[in-house]
């Protein structure tokens, strides 16, 4: 993996991932395919968007279809048919958010699908990627919900750094076989600044043999905290990460808080919101949110955005959507999708010339004017 | 409307339908898009499985978005993008299905959506299905579960002609405004071999001012008799339908009983079996039916039918399609939708251009004894 620093704009930044031949410009967003599939759309879908990484989620590909079967097809890739690169979390979150035990070794937890009995190490995890055949490869971590104790927040952190440390020494033994399969810590400390400035600077030292970790996130946001919180911590936490390695904030967000990220220096981001909004019936466009459901839709013959190029809106009309939403059919759910992710691709692409022109803060100020 | 037979290979029949500009060689099959969409599908990929005519719901887009709406949006073509034909059912068999209370006026019924009360009579069905643009507009019929009364069969028909005869005045008075709205009559009668030759031949003998329908279809059938009680009525209502004008056999059915149908003499049909069926895991292939729940499948890198050239075998496996169905995802529905629904056009392809070389009988034997 190569990442190179193209232009900074204050904090942000734009830059250019190269990962097994695929380049991937930053500031990206990712489209989250927990079971390997962009919920409605296939692999000729994402390459129309112009999706180049997308994320699935280790915890549900383990449990269904096994990363073995996906090993057997010969990595994600060749599974889904997609092209581009992905990005897997490491179950982390899933063990958090469905009721996982994590203990100094690991987290347990029973599977959603059939109440298995499971339990994932930082070894484990790496396991299942490598399998799975992931481009970016993320380490076990332990997150907790917001507030909480700073006791609480203390054990996630060490227990974090612990098991990162783990981690790297477990891929670095494994490398030679898994030179395309990149590694990325996640920074741990809730909305806490010391614990966060820890957290960060004791990932970032982390070496071993003279092997540092790929890339770092931001964990552990967007679980109940304040807007400001959030943004506040990822503008201490930033501070601590290395400008020569990519930085992603996971599980973010609104189109705002993308603004808002990029703004403080984020390379990439992930979340389900534009597609979960999109089936929801909220579709985001340069003027705003718009409702599909709204009944001044029904005989409104415009496309969801005049100024949106997607196959959606070169399409479709307002009209029919919104009466395929109406009518609760599933392609109103892909056509909805395909505009959410091009939106929030456009954003970011956006952003990026912005950046690159230096006029990030204009770009910024202009997408708060046109969406109010 | 200009309907051409093409070739006669015993009952079987090769045909050209000239609908607005649109030409569809029969026989065909016609997908089902009850809400103005076939479900998982758009036009594009309607247009990518060779798709010409499909069939849209009276009752379901009368109730929702309501035909002023699809009016207003310059009918279903514009609506939904679909550039091929429309055929629209008449709301009959809705009725019937969902409980409605048929008299001689016409048929009243609650709305599945709101329970609110409607009344639909010969007429207002023409005018829903002129508000839609439908190319082929179905009558008004009376029909019947099976098995049923002599007493109830034979009020049946009557009063099916009596409101074709109706609809066919209404439509000649109004015709100067609707060219390209075309009207076919309904045969019932059951499976009662009498009944079907008298309404046969009271509809075929209908005419106002030199009018008569464009088509006729054979209605009733596929509603719980046997499959030899069907195909024996089949093929003595043919008899009693002219040459030169197309027969469509509605609802039907299985690639079994669309082969049954052609050697019969039919030339339209519509079911909404491929995509359903599709959706609930079953799959239509060359070598007969195929379940992707099978645990055999997991790690298959095959196509779902080697020999099908559809979008869905020239870029998934087996393997991919089982792991999306075992999780639910609606891509998976799209996907093996637009193969179940290939598989259907092929079928009728591979009928007509065997009825064309008077080899139909022939490609019957090959069909049953591949797929046995």
Redesign the interface.
């Known amino acids: 993996m190569k990442f190179k620093l193209e232009a900074r704009d204050n904090s942000a930044r734009a830059g250019t991932l190269e990962l097994n031949n695929n380049i991937i410009l930053t500031p990206i967003f990712m489209p989250v395919g927990t079971?390997?599939?962009?919920?409605?759309?296939?692999?000729?879908d994402l390459a129309n968007i112009g999706a180049k990484i997308i994320l699935a989620n280790t915890y549900?590909l383990y449990l269904?279809?096994n990363d073995n079967?996906i090993k057997?097809?010969n990595g994600l890739h060749n599974?889904?048919?997609f092209k581009g690169s992905f990005l897997t979390d490491s179950g982390g979150f899933q063990a958090f958010s469905l009721g996982g035990k994590p203990n100094e070794d690991g987290i347990s937890f029973k599977s959603h699908i059939d109440g298995s009995k499971h339990f994932f190490t930082p070894q484990k995890v790496l396991d299942i990627q490598y399998n799975l055949n992931s481009d970016i490869m993320m380490v076990l971590d332990d997150l907790v919900s917001l507030p909480n104790t700073r006791e609480r927040i203390v054990e996630s952190i060490n227990r974090t750094t612990k098991w990162a440390r783990e981690s790297l020494i477990y891929h670095t033994n494994n490398k030679e076989n898994h030179k395309n399969n990149n590694i990325f810590a996640i920074i741990q400390g809730g909305v806490d600044s010391e614990a966060r400035e820890i957290s960060a600077k004791s990932l970032v030292n982390l070496n071993h043999n003279g092997n540092s970790f790929d890339g770092f996130a931001i964990g552990g946001l967007a679980v109940g905290e304040e807007k400001n919180a959030m943004y506040d911590t990822i503008e201490f936490t930033t501070k601590f990460m290395p400008e020569s390695k990519p930085r992603y904030l996971m599980g973010v967000g609104t189109p705002e808080d993308l603004i808002e990220g990029i703004y403080r220096g984020i390379d990439m981001f992930d979340c389900v919101m534009p597609t979960r909004n999109a089936r929801n019936g909220t579709i985001f466009t340069s003027f705003g949110r718009l409702s599909i459901k709204n009944a001044s839709l029904?005989?409104d013959?415009a496309p969801l955005d005049s100024n949106c190029s997607c196959y959606t809106c070169k399409?479709?009309?307002r009209?029919?959507l919104?009466?395929?939403f109406?009518?609760n059919?599933?392609?109103y759910?892909?056509?909805s999708s395909i505009h959410n992710l091009h939106y929030y691709l456009e954003l970011v692409r956006g952003a990026r010339e912005a950046i690159m022109q230096r006029k990030f803060e204009s770009f910024r100020k202009e997408f708060y004017k046109k969406i109010s």
Chains 1, 2 share one sequence.
């Open positions: 079971q390997a599939c962009i919920k409605g759309l296939d692999f000729n549900h269904r279809p079967v057997n097809m599974f889904s048919g029904r005989e013959s399409n479709f009309s009209s029919y919104n009466h395929l109406r009518s059919e599933i392609t759910m892909r056509l």
